[in-house]
């Protein structure tokens, strides 16, 4: 089960106010699709396992608070990511990626406090309603796009998909 409610209790590099907000994203987008909360996540690529996704109550003020689906479907497919990360690969987010870095955020063992090592990199992308083919060249385009970066670090792409729901997972490695 991926519970979007541990994501209140934050990780080294994620406040507990940042990830329940991504939390209440993923609900918002979640249940603008249809869904309540109980409903499976087919996870495929480089991981296998489905989950049962259980999300925080979407009130009015939580839907007029990301009422910019958009934004919405980007924080909440974060959110997404990072638990899937954490449980699957066992990675902690240890640091928001600045701009420029062409990922979202670093990985890391959560063991290693107080002194965070950079183990990996994780690049995250959101639809709200797509297909198979969407998905597929939205996971190329940002595979391709870590390409570019000097950094060897292994890196994971994470495309969240809310409508059916789905979680396309690409592990790339630089040579």
């Not at 940042?18 to 909360?37: D, I, K, R, Y």
């Not at 940002?142 to 994470?158: D, E, G, H, M, Q």
Request: with cysteine; hydrophobic share 35%.
């Amino acid at each position: 089960m991926l519970d979007l409610n541990d994501l209140l209790a934050g990780q080294p590099g994620l406040t507990p106010e940042s990830g329940g907000g991504m939390a209440q994203c993923a609900g918002v987008c979640l249940e603008s699709q249809g869904h309540t909360s109980g409903t499976e996540l087919v996870v495929r690529g480089y991981i296998g396992n489905n989950h049962i996704l259980e999300w925080p109550t979407v009130t009015d003020q939580v839907r007029r608070t990301w009422a910019d689906l958009r934004e919405a479907t980007e924080n909440g497919a974060e959110g997404i990511a990072i638990l899937l990360t954490r449980q699957e690969i066992g990675y902690a987010t240890i640091e928001r990626a600045a701009l420029g870095t062409r990922i979202d955020r670093w990985l890391g063992d959560e063991s290693d406090a107080p002194y965070f090592q950079r183990k990996a990199r994780l690049e995250i992308s959101g639809i709200l309603q797509g297909n198979d083919r969407e998905i597929r060249s939205r996971l190329r385009e940002k595979t391709n796009r870590l390409a570019l970066s000097n950094n060897r670090l292994p890196a994971y792409v994470i495309v969240v998909e809310f409508s059916r729901p789905l979680a396309e997972v690409a592990r790339n490695e630089q040579r």
